[in-house]
Each structure stands twice: as C-alpha cells, then as structure tokens.
C-alpha cells in the first residue's frame, strides 16, 4: 500500500477491532420513549424520589439499620466502582451513616446493587431469575432501570437494584440515586451544601432512557487565566499544572450530570497546559470514568496543537511535509487505540488558523486536499491501529471559520463522520444539515461557546448568554437533527455553572425543553439548589443579571465610547446604573439571609457574577461621564474620576475575596488577571475586565460659574443662547432632564423657575451640583399642538434661559389610543405586544420564545423547519404578526426591525428573510443575514442584534398597522422602531 511507504515508526501489532466501535445510525433518546411526566419540571429526578420516613415496603438506604451496603461487581468496569464508592460517600455526606462499598456478596438483609448487564454476574442472575426485568434497556445507550425488590438473592430480603445498559449507564443510575438523595452534582464545583438527613428511604422503579442527543460534553477553553493557574498553584501544586487529580473532579462532574465526554484544555499561550496525553495518568483516569476523549477544532486525531514542534517535526504543512506530520498523527491514534475516542479528522492551521498550503491554493484546493488525501490518511490510521472498518469507530469533521468555506466549496466527507456545527463563536450557530445532509449517516452535532477569545471581543470573564439564548439556538439545532453530538466550550468551568448545568441538562432531554420558561427553571434551580424561600428573589436577580449583561457583556464595555448615552433618552448611561444597583442590592439582601452553609455557592454563581459585572459597568459608564464633565468644565470632575478609582479598587477586591477568602480559598487562582506588558497587543482586550478606562481631569477656577446642559446636549448652554428640550409628549408623559453644575472651586448657589404653572421641576433651587427632572401638569397644560414655555436658572450672577414645546391636541382620547404612540418622531414595539397572529392552517405561526433576545422575550416561526415562502405566497403560505400604532405626524417612515443576529438555517435556505408592510402596502422584503467576520456581523454581534431597515410613508394620521411575515424560518424578532420622517 502506498500509506506503508509513508510510514517510518513501526508499531507493536494490536487487533484493530476496538470495543468502542459504533453501531449504525444514531436516533434521539436510541428510539425510547424519554417520557413527559411534567414538561415544566427541568430539574427532575432522573430516579424514584427518597424520603426521611418509610413508606410500605420502603428500602432503607440509611436510618435505624444502619446504612445499606453497595454491592459492584469486579467483572464490571472500573466507572462502576467509582460511582459505587461516590453513593457511599454521599450517603455519609447527607445521613453521617458511611455504608461498605465493596464487591463482596452482601452478607446483610438488604443492599443496594448495581452493575451493567453482560458485566455483573450477579445483575445478570437477577435477571436470569426474573426478578428485575431489563426489556426497556438491553441493548439501549446509556439507559439504566432502578427498583426496590424483594428476595433478589438467598438470604437477601430486600434489595435497591441499578441496573445499566452499559458502563455509563449504570453510572448514571447510581449519580441519579446521589442526586435524590440531596447531594447536587456540584457539590465539589459549586460548593453547594448537602442538607442533612436522619434517614432514607425509597419505593417503586425507575425507568431512564437513553438520552436524546448521543455524546454530550464540555469544551476546558481559554483556560490561561483561570482553570489552569488554579490546577497549577491551588488544587494541584505537586502536577504544577492540569493533571489527572484536577481531571477526576470535572470527570465525576460530567458523570453526575449525565454527560460523557470532554475535549481537554489544550492553550499554549500565553500560559501552558500540559498537553492532556503528555501525562499518561489522564487517559487512564478518563477510562476509568468512562468519559469519551476527543480534541478540538485543530486538533487532528488526538493531538494537542502545540504538541507538535515544528523543530523537530518540521513545518505543519501536508503539502510539503505529509510524512512527519503523518507519523505525528499516527503514533497518537496508536497510543490511544484501546480507549473510547472521537476522533477529529480534518486540518487546520497549529495554532487556529487557517491551514498551511503553498501560495495561492483556493479554498477549493484546500477542500481537496482534505477529502482526498488528508482524511484517507487519518481513516487509514484507524484502520490500521483502531478498528478494520473506519466507518465504525466515531468521527467529527467541525466546519470551522475558515473551514467552514472550504465545506461550502465541495469538500465532500465520508457518510459516516459526523458533522459538527460551530456557532459564530457568540451563541449564533452558523449552519445547520440540509435534508440532503441529514441523510447521512454519521449525522450532525454542534459546538456552542459560553465564552470566546477572538474577534470582534473576547467574553472570558463571566457567563452573560440567557439560557432563553441558549434554548432557541440549541433546540433549532434538534429539530433540524443535529442530536449526535453537542459539546459547548464552558472556559474554566467558573463561573459558567449555570450555563453548563443548563446546556447538559438540555442535550440529556430537549423536548422536556421545548415551551421554555427562564424564570421557573431559574426558580426551580434555585429552589434545589439554596434556600426555596429565596427562589422567586434569586430567580428575579439571574433575570435582570441576563437581561443587562446580553445587551453589553461586561467584557465588550469599549473603555472609550460605551454605547450608552450620558444625555439622551433620560440618560441611558445613568439608567443602566440604577438597574444594576437595584439588581447588586437584591442580591446582596438574599446573601445576608441565607445560611452561611449555602453562601459561598451562592457567592460564586450569583452574588459574584452580580457585583463584578455592576462594578465594571460602573467603571466604564462613570469614567466616560467624568470625560464628559471635564468636557464642560465641572468642577465636580476630580470627585467622579476619585470614584471611578475607587470602583476599580472594589472590583479587584471582591475578585481577591472570590480567590482567597471564599469557600475558604478554595478557588484561589481562579480568577487570575495578567498585566498587559505580559501579552502581545493583540492580546491586550482580553484583560479589558480589568483595565481601568481613562478618567476626566479638569482643574475649576476659584470663583464659581453657573454651567446648564440640557436633555440631548453634550455641551453647556451658552449665555445669551437659548436650549430646546425635546418636545413634551402628552400621550408619552414626557420628562427631561436638566443637569446644573458649578464650573468653579466656590460654592454657588442656583435657583429655577418657569415661565407657567404647568411647567413642573422636580426641584426649583439648591447650592450644589443637581439634576432637575422637568414635567407637564396636564390638567392645567394649555391645549395646542406646540404650547410654548421657558424655563430660566440664575446663579454666580449668570442666567440661562431653557425653552421647551408642549404637544397637546386638543380632543386627544388617550383612552382610545393603541399603547404605542408616536413620541417625538419615534414608536417601539416589542414584537411579543403584537395586535394579531395569523397562523397558517397546519399550525405553522410566530410563537413567543421566552427571554431569547437583547430585550428580553421575543417572536419566531415554529416549527422552524417550516419551508421558506415566495414573495408571491406570502398571503397564503407564510404565517404572519400585525402590530398597530397612532402616528400623530406624515411622511416618510423608517422600520427598524430587530432581532437576533442569528444566521440563515442551511446552505439551502436563500438567507434570513422576513416580509413587512405598513398599511396594506407592498411587501417589502428584507434580508438580515450578516456574512461571519463582516463590519456588520462585528456590530451585530456586540450588539445581540441585527437590524433589517424598510422604508415606507404615512400618509395620514391616525392607526397604523405593519405586518410581517416569515419568508425564511430562524428570524428571531425582538423589537420594531419606527422613525418618522427620519
């Protein structure tokens, strides 16, 4: 053959028939039926619930008797034992009762028993002797059946029996007992305390089917500032790095969440993990829990990037260097030949990029070169060491930025390798299987990020995606097939406990998923999870934390122009702040009142999160606002910039709290910011959570001077020269702000007052720095369409003269008035607040997806398989939403349409299209779909938006009505703005 020619080392002969081959086309849940009991309960017990007191013919796990023994087999495999041994610890944990855990035949009168059929002797007899029927499983992934038996064996009187499909599932079985009987799967990650318990006790059976989506994992990522350093200084010094001790721990995790495989931390810059094969402890840690290996977008056939030393391998290059870069590969897949893998196949560039090739190779080129040469060679390498038949041992081909086009150029894979679907590295999946696709074998998956290191910014600090993101994305991916893989890339584990539990609880079950609401599963995981008083509070809290933190996650703040206005729209900027305050002090009042048991769990993946992401806000927003005064020459500048240091100070030391004075220390590392003159500039935004922003310097006069800015204006009224607030709305109820401020070292003294009684100021005169909020009186407001008034400020012997309108129709019947108005030229709807819903006979319609957008809830077409609709068919073939809104004014109109920067469903969907109209005129259609890495998608991605603009005219005032319909599915919309006369 010619791959023998290619091939230098010589390998010792193994039997290429792994046990771990596949066996034909996966199907969700492998053709069970999961079972619905109640769809809204997302943390349900994956076993029979326990009690503290005994039921008729109740098991005794742990009370008067003692604790119950745990019996495994040596015959099964070594997972079985490890989870054995866990339930014993954590029925000491929870009853201060420790049973033996042994393989030993149970010499008491009751035990507890649990191994895998055709492992277990013993299960195997019970099930030979029909006293424990296994129909629903034999045969099944990952599926286990539990069940209080009486008489399972001569001199046993009763018996709690846990039974597994397979390894895995038998372990799932006994962590599904752990978690019943109180202990949370992340009592080590999470420190989540074990309440305790006199006793234990369980009835009946317990059916688990397989899950719905095959291999379900985690991602170690970016692991330079956290996890990494952690391992390496705190957890385990004597490794000095991550090694199998640390790997144990996220292991069992992955286990008692149900979930079975990892793609290993791998960063070499700019702090080195030890390669995970480089230790040869790891691998045998990871069979011995049964979780699944596999690597990275760059990672070919089980190795690290930056295992392979272009000094001694020569350069990553297959088209001048195939042999070297062969044997590289190959002796990994040797090495690794008898473990359960997933192998990716494939190449890319060593350190995430695009692959070498020699000087104007096309993408169509380099697609060759994959299918043609590239995969062979890897499946050869199968063959030859894993398995005689390739297509039996599991595969992953990730379509990743780059790679991605060389797909989309002909790249044609083998049928049985299974395509893995990144999103846009922001939670927006980028491309999902056609139907063609969906044929295949190998099937698809996909690979979802809670955190990023790259373009247009990095998200490295704190989890900020809503699980209603999260949801919509992941189960368009289910209901288009991707159930083969979903693996989601969690950073250093912390502080994404929320975010993982949630992404694996989904792939487990998606369809218990499917009408999700966020805040009962944020209520039901806080009832589980702390104190059931607090849930409803806690649940409010992760509400709002989401909702500020998807519009701007903390880490994207631009030190330099936030985005949010210090003047505008009643001083966004300052709202945002009084939101995040409001939220820091809730939080902080619930911390207070729990038990000082469950602080620091509630500390790490609550109150944390909270205080660090308000704090930064505060920094950036304050610091740009005391830029802005030193603009206007206040003298209250050097007091803001004091204050914005002085936030930076508490930033840095809640982190210092969170690293060495919660949990005790536990975590201390976790958290690790880097100087920046240690990182290259490229490099410098991702330490942005720690960086202070400049401030504002400003050195006042000694006299004092009267300075004015008005609602709308960065810059202070002149003397002599007028300002116009906007125009008071009555429908709106209009409010503007006034700011008066000393540009001077004295003190001064300022009075106001108004030209007419209905003209009113929340304050009239003062001897400081104050905002002045300005109001209508309607009930004594003249009528008018544009009711003139003034307002003047005296102070320092300087006057400043403030103008304002008032639009007051005469006749106005607020009551009949639709609840969006025009309001100085602008309406805004959010599209959950539409008018009507036209379905389409089948049941095809938009549908409200709870908390999935930037401004919280928002509208898409379900199913989302629903075909895309002709321009011609929009009346009879695409399901629609009206809204309705009074216009006061005429002209031309702009449509803002917002909505999820989500991108089209399948290369066969033509784009991302809706269809709008105002006033039963002409459809206009309009696609939103941003090409990955454009300026657009770099703005809609920062956002958590993307804007689609048609343009129409009103030609009366009164009611309006704008309709829109789907032309494509997947258009997540989350609010309409209407600009007249833009």
């Known amino acids: 053959m010619i791959i023998a020619l290619l091939v230098s080392k010589s390998f010792d002969a193994a039997p290429a028939e792994s046990e771990y081959r596949s066996t034909g086309a996966w199907t969700p849940y492998d053709g069970m039926n999961p079972g619905t009991s109640v769809q809204e309960e997302y943390l349900a017990l994956a076993f029979m619930p326990t009690t503290e007191t005994p039921n008729d013919g109740a098991f005794e796990i742990a009370g008067a008797e003692g604790a119950a023994p745990i019996h495994y087999s040596e015959e099964d495999a070594k997972v079985v034992e490890i989870a054995a041994r866990a339930l014993r610890d954590d029925v000491e944990r929870v009853t201060g009762l420790s049973p033996k855990a042994s393989s030993e035949i149970p010499s008491t009168s ?76 992340w009592y080590f990650w999470g420190d989540v305390p074990v309440k305790q318990k006199s006793a234990l006790y369980i009835t009946g059976s317990h059916t688990q089917s397989s899950p719905g989506v095959k291999y379900r994992g985690i991602f170690i990522n970016d692991e330079d500032w956290g996890f990494q350093p952690w391992a390496a200084k705190t957890f385990e010094p004597d490794v000095g790095n991550i090694g199998p001790k640390t790997y144990a721990t996220v292991f069992e995790l992955l286990l008692r969440l149900h979930a079975n495989m990892i793609w290993p931390a791998m960063h070499e810059f700019p702090v080195e993990s030890t390669p995970f094969y480089k230790n040869p402890d790891n691998k045998i840690v990871a069979d011995n829990y049964a979780i699944v290996i596999s690597t990275s977008h760059h990672e070919p056939m089980l190795t690290n990037s930056h295992e392979y030393d272009e000094a001694v391998h020569g350069p990553y290059n ?142 490295l600090w704190l989890h900020s995606t809503p699980l209603g993101m999260t949801q919509s994305e992941m189960m368009k991916a289910w209901d288009f097939d991707a159930n083969k893989i979903w693996i989601v890339n969690v950073g250093d584990i912390k502080p994404y406990e929320i975010g993982t539990d949630f992404f694996l609880r989904l792939a487990r079950h998606p369809e218990a998923f499917r009408d999700f609401d966020q805040h009962l599963y944020f209520t039901q995981w806080a009832e589980r999870t702390f104190d059931p008083a607090h849930a409803d509070a806690i649940a409010e809290v992760l509400r709002e934390y989401f ?58 993946m609550v109150l944390y999160p909270v205080r660090a992401s308000n704090l ?65 500039d490229w490099a410098y935004e991702t330490q942005n959570a720690w960086n202070m922003p400049d401030v504002g310097s400003y050195t006042p006069p000694a006299s004092a001077q009267l300075g004015v800015a008005i609602e709308g204006s960065t810059k202070p009224l002149d003397a002599g020269t007028a300002g116009t607030l906007p125009v008071f709305n009555r429908p709106a109820d209009s409010r503007y702000l006034i700011d008066v401020f000393n540009q001077g070292a004295k003190e001064m003294s300022w009075r106001a007052q108004v030209s007419a009684p209905w003209i ?205 319909w789907m032309v494509d599915a997947g258009v997540v919309l989350d609010k309409l703005t209407v600009n007249i006369d833009p």
């Open 110 to 185: 009751t035990a507890i028993l649990v191994g895998t059929l055709g492992k277990s002797p013993l299960i195997d007899e019970l099930v030979e002797s029909g006293k424990i029927d296994v129909s629903a499983i034999e045969g099944k992934w990952e599926a286990y059946t539990a069940a209080v038996v009486d008489d399972p064996l001569p001199g046993l009187r009763q018996g709690l029996v846990i039974v597994g499909s397979d390894r895995r599932g038998t372990a799932f079985g006994i962590f599904g007992l752990s978690e019943s009987i109180g202990v949370s799967p």
């Open 760 to 964: 009113e100021l929340e304050r009239t005169s003062g001897t400081g720095d104050a905002r002045i909020l300005v109001g209508i009186d309607w009930s004594k407001a003249p009528y008018g369409r544009a009711v003139p008034g003034s307002i003047s400020i005296t102070g320092a012997g300087a006057k400043r003269t403030v103008e304002l309108e008032v639009f007051n129709p005469e006749g106005l019947d607020l009551a009949a008035l639709p609840n969006a108005v025009e309001d100085n030229g602008t309406v805004i709807i959010e599209a959950e607040d539409f008018e009507e819903r036209h379905d389409l006979a089948n049941g095809t319609g938009w549908r409200n997806v709870d908390e999935a957008a930037a401004s919280g809830d928002a509208m898409t077409v379900k199913p989302v398989t629903a075909p895309s609709v002709e321009a011609g068919e929009l009346d009879s073939a695409s399901p629609s939403l009206s809204y309705r809104f009074h216009a006061f004014s005429t002209g031309p109109v702009e449509i803002r349409t917002q909505a999820l920067p989500t991108h089209r469903l399948t290369s066969d969907h033509p784009g991302l299209r809706y269809a709008i109209s105002l006033n039963d005129g002409a459809p206009e259609i309009v696609d939103i779909n941003a090409v990955e890495y454009s300026d657009t998608w770099n703005i809609n991605t920062l956002r958590a938006a993307a804007v689609g603009v048609s343009e129409h005219e009103i030609d009366t005032p009164g009611l309006q009505t704008i309709r829109i």
């Open 318 to 459: 297959y088209w001048s260097n195939r042999d070297s870069i062969y044997n590289f590969w190959e002796e990994r897949v040797a090495e690794t030949a008898s473990y359960e893998n997933i192998y990716t196949i494939g190449m890319r560039g060593r350190t995430d990029a695009g692959m070498l090739a020699p000087e104007g190779t096309t993408d169509e080129g380099k697609a060759a070169k994959i299918q043609n040469t590239i995969i062979p060679d890897q499946r050869q390498m199968i063959a030859d060491h894993v398995h005689s038949e390739p297509s039996e041992i599991p595969q992953i081909f990730i379509p990743y930025k780059e790679t991605l086009v060389q797909y989309q150029s002909g790249l044609e894979l083998p049928d049985d390798v299974t395509i893995v679907w990144p999103d846009d590295n922001h939670g927006y999946i980028r491309q999902l299987s056609t139907d063609i696709e969906n044929q295949r074998s190998g099937g698809s998956g996909v690979y979802y990020h809670l955190q990023y290191w790259g373009v247009p910014k990095s998200y």
């Open 616 to 680: 930064a806000n505060h920094r950036v927003l304050l610091a740009e606002r005391s830029r802005l005064w030193a603009e206007q020459n206040r003298a209250a500048t050097a007091e803001l910039a004091a204050e914005v240091r002085d936030v930076q100070d508490e930033l840095l030391a809640e982190t210092q709290f969170y690293n060495e004075v919660n949990a005790g220390g536990k975590w201390n590392h976790m958290f690790s910011p880097m100087p920046t003159s240690e990182l290259p």
């Open 547 to 604: 909702r500020l933190n998807i519009v701007k996650r903390p880490e994207h703040l631009d030190r330099r122009k936030s985005g949010f206005s210090l003047v505008s729209n009643g001083d966004e900027a300052q709202q945002r702040l009084d939101r995040f305050a409001d939220m820091t002090r809730a939080a902080n009042a619930i911390y207070t009142q729990l038990p000082e048991a469950q602080k620091p769990a509630f500390y790490e």
